[in-house]
């Protein structure tokens, strides 16, 4: 089994993939101190919990914290006994590569998504993933990662104004039954949910005017769902793009007898 890994800036997502099916998702906070040894503790744990044979035999890795990727290597090695794909290193290939300027590291997560929006979708995508940051990433016809947008995420833009202005409290995500609140909080959920709202529109449309062509729209992450509720902004949503990505890259490499 695939044991397929993507590490972000507030979570870790560990997937099993079978061959035809993920088995088992765990989730963890991010944390660059966490052992080879602590991770398998914790998701030996989690498996025999589940009663899932842990019967992994290939690791594949997606990071956007690089401090991270040493002890998982270390774990793939210590507990599994293979050597992990990390994608964005020069082993691991890309279906096709992205094509933006020279010497622009493109985010691997960035990458692993096109690759998963492309296998499901085709090419002309904007593909919008709500995580620590809010980021649209463009696929083009032939399924290369040809540029896109980084704008601050929900959860920061809303840490930044409790932090920024004391008096306004903590709220949670969600949408409001009115656009003018009438409370500090109602306000603040308006504020957020429609201003998110908006400017997703105003950047795909920005988007598909400058490329001129029709272009489908995927959302990805774990809000895509709520804010799609206050408009028609996606095409598709999609629940598990980042780790159907990481099992097509990894049947790629497979395919062409990479390590």
């Not at 020069?90 to 010497?103: K, M, T």
């Not at 408009?231 to 049947?251: A, Y």
């Amino acid at each position: 089994m695939l044991l397929c890994i993507d590490t972000g800036n507030t979570n870790t997502v560990f997937s099993v993939w079978d061959g035809s099916a993920f088995v088992a998702t765990f989730r963890t906070a991010t944390e660059h101190q966490r052992t080879a040894d602590q991770y398998y503790v914790w998701f030996s744990t989690l498996m025999q919990h589940h009663r899932i044979d842990i019967d992994i035999d290939a690791v594949i890795v997606s990071s956007t914290v690089p401090r991270v990727v040493f002890n998982l290597r270390v774990l793939a090695d210590r507990y599994f006994g293979t050597r992990p794909l990390v994608v964005g290193k020069p082993d691991c290939l890309l279906p096709v590569p992205p094509r933006v300027d020279e010497g622009t590291q493109v985010g691997p997560d960035r990458l692993v998504n096109t690759a998963g929006a492309f296998d499901r979708h085709g090419g002309d995508l904007i593909v919008v993933d709500f995580g620590t940051a809010t980021t649209f990433d463009v696929v083009a016809p032939d399924g290369a990662y040809v540029g896109g947008v980084i704008a601050p995420g929900v959860n920061l833009s809303l840490e930044a104004l409790h932090m920024a202005a004391a008096a306004l409290p903590h709220v949670d995500v969600t949408k409001p039954q009115r656009v003018v609140g009438t409370n500090t909080v109602a306000c603040m959920q308006s504020g957020v949910f429609w201003g998110y709202v908006g400017l997703v529109r105003g950047i795909t449309d920005r988007i598909r005017a400058e490329c001129d062509r029709p272009m489908r729209i995927i959302g990805t992450g774990g809000l895509a769902a709520l804010f799609a509720q206050g408009d028609v902004l996606f095409d598709d949503i999609e629940d598990d793009l980042t780790m159907h990505g990481l099992t097509v890259i990894h049947r790629y490499n497979t395919e062409r007898g990479s390590p």
